[in-house]
């Protein structure tokens, strides 16, 4: 029992044991009725007691209650176990060889059967493990070798104990081929978990990888876009910078949807439970939209019953991706008329959102399943209308996820109907924050000194223009232990650091400037990570470091403009 895996797959076969210690006494219980009627009360008693006592001494000391999931039996553990279930089963055959010795035929063969039952049931439930294996069926072999001198001992013939002793032989040897195959299996079905899981964490790094790879190429074609479109531009130079950033949108909305079917296939996505204003919510899907349907001719219409336009409990981010997935492709798939999203109490009191469109439609008997992943309603949407297939998987995924249930249902040619049925859990308003002015609209009153490190000269490029906008004064690093060094041999208003560099990480940099504010006289200088590792995980470890805020990449330019007022002008004014 060295080898660590056997100790673990050890403790897993006792803890089963463990908690089948009920099933164990009801068929104590049963056996010790066989015994009365057979060999009387006294005997049915004792043997009553003393299996009773062990199977209750066994769970007490093997149940586990105040072990983590994680640990490894020692050595020594593991033999007092396979000791205290040798003796067990020893305790029990020595019982059926005392009734053997009482007499009869009856006798002999019932405690035959009673022996064979208790080499079948240590073969099942030791779950592989060899070492229990053989403690539960080797003290039962033993056994029937006593029944077979029980047999002699009693008067029964030559051939009958030859009969006796063949037939156990046979069944040992039965059950010990049966426990090994159970073992191989076992130990196969074990490897197969242990590869899945290994696989499940390579196909995780390699989105994470491809995720970074792809966004930060994606960061100089959206991020340029952005800020060429802002130029002076002839029409048609105009119309094909609007076509490249589109383009990148859509790009970056592909790239997130994959990212987040992996995340919901691997069990990676928790949900918070926190309030937030669902009519608010709501509008602001509604408004979002509007400008873009109109453009179509189109109406986004929104009812919100009283009795939901209030504070809801619940993950308001996930909701709202739902919410924004349904709205888009109705207002994707409608050229005339409306989209109208509803929200109301069904006669259950669950939420019901409802987004009705008079687009196209479709034949729900046609589609297939909707909501499977990659699927449009049919082959030639995904050339004239676009769009992956993804949404509405994600949609179900998080919908399951908080609770409820979502549907459709559709007409060809009027239109289509999408709904979700969520739990209602009236809370308290979350407390609102103070309305802040536009500071984008302001001018700065000093030049702002910003360093930014990132290993990507694009990156560099593409802060450095952005910045340019609101007069910062940028100096720009490679790696992380450069920006330190700078850091150490000047001050800046703000850091902007990337995460994977070489030499030295973005999250190294940022404790270590963080050490080196905490060991001088330096102020608090605000750090914001902005790097193509986007996962809510990586979000957090740069968090932790010490850094005030993360944006992912691609960076728009409005987006980075308004973090450097919030992190510089607001927090620290002046």
């Known amino acids: 029992m060295a080898h660590p895996n056997s100790r673990r797959l050890l403790r897993v076969a006792m803890a089963a044991r463990a908690r089948q210690w009920p099933t164990r006494l009801g068929l104590g219980a049963v056996i010790a009725s066989a015994f009365f009627m057979t060999t009387g009360g006294a005997f049915a008693a004792s043997w009553l007691l003393v299996y009773a006592t062990l199977q209750l001494f066994e769970w ?5 209650r105040s072990r983590p999931a994680e640990w490894t039996p020692t050595t020594g553990w593991c033999l007092g176990a396979l000791a205290l279930v040798a003796v067990n089963n020893a305790v029990f055959g020595a019982f059926a060889v005392r009734q053997a010795f009482e007499g009869g035929d009856l006798s002999l063969v019932s405690a035959a059967l009673l022996i064979a039952g208790a080499i079948i049931n240590g073969v099942i439930v030791s779950a592989g493990s060899r070492a229990l294996t053989w403690a539960s069926i080797l003290p039962l072999m033993m056994c029937f070798v006593g029944i077979a001198g029980a047999a002699v001992a009693t008067g029964h013939t030559p051939l009958a104990t030859l009969q006796i002793s063949g037939a156990s032989l046979l069944f040992v040897i039965a059950a010990c081929v049966a426990s090994t195959q159970l073992a191989r299996k076992l130990r ?5 978990r242990l590869a899945a899981e290994r696989a499940n964490r390579a196909k995780g790094q390699f989105l994470a990888n491809m995720s970074h790879e792809i966004r930060t190429p994606l960061n100089g074609v959206v991020s340029m876009a952005d800020l060429l479109a802002k130029s002076p531009l002839a029409q048609s130079d105009r119309e094909m910078v609007e076509i490249i950033r589109s383009s990148g949108q859509n790009l970056t909305g592909l790239l997130s949807d994959i990212l987040d079917v992996a995340r919901i296939e691997a069990g990676e996505i928790a949900l918070e439970s926190a309030p937030f204003e669902l009519g608010d919510m709501l509008r ?6 509007s400008l873009k349907a109109r453009e179509k001719g189109v109406t986004v219409v929104l009812e919100i019953a009283p009795v939901v336009d209030r504070a809801i409990l619940g993950d308001g981010a996930r909701l709202r991706q739902v919410v924004t997935n349904l709205v888009a492709n109705a207002i994707k798939f409608t050229d005339r008329g409306e989209v109208r999203l509803s929200a109301e109490l069904d006669d259950q009191s669950r939420l019901r959102l409802a987004v009705r469109d008079t687009g196209i439609g479709f034949d729900p008997a046609e589609t297939g399943d909707l909501f499977g992943r990659f699927q449009q309603a049919d082959g030639s949407i995904t050339r004239r209308f676009g769009g992956s297939g993804l949404g509405l998987a994600i949609a179900k995924d998080l919908t399951q996820l ?6 459709y249902d559709s007409r060809v040619g009027t239109g289509s109907v999408f709904w979700i049925l969520l739990p209602f859990t009236a809370a308290e308003s979350p407390i609102a924050t103070p309305q802040q002015t536009d500071v984008r609209a302001e001018t700065p009153d000093r030049t702002l000194s910003v360093l930014v490190a990132d290993d990507h000269e694009t990156n560099l490029k593409v802060v ?22 700078v850091f150490r041999a000047g001050a800046f208003d703000l850091i902007l650091m990337d995460m994977q560099m070489p030499i030295m990480d973005g999250l ?24 193509a590792n986007a996962l809510p995980e990586h979000i957090a470890v740069a968090l932790a470091a ?13 987006v980075l403009i308004e973090l450097v007022h919030e992190l510089v002008f607001e927090e620290s004014p002046g």
């Open 60 to 64: 007490r000391v093997f149940s586990f």
């Open 188 to 192: 196969l079905a074990e490897e197969a």
């Open 284 to 289: 602001s899907v509604c408004a979002l939209f």
């Open 402 to 407: 908080m609770r409820g249930d979502i549907g």
């Open 464 to 485: 450095v223009l952005i910045l340019d906008q609101v007069g910062a004064q940028c100096t720009t690093v490679g790696d992380g232990a450069a920006a330190v060094a």
């Open 508 to 531: 190294t940099a940022v404790r270590l400037i963080r050490e080196i504010e905490a060991t001088g006289d330096r102020g608090h200088t605000p750090i914001a990570i902005l790097s």
């Open 546 to 558: 010490g850094a005030d805020r993360h944006v992912a990449k691609p960076v728009r330019p409005d």
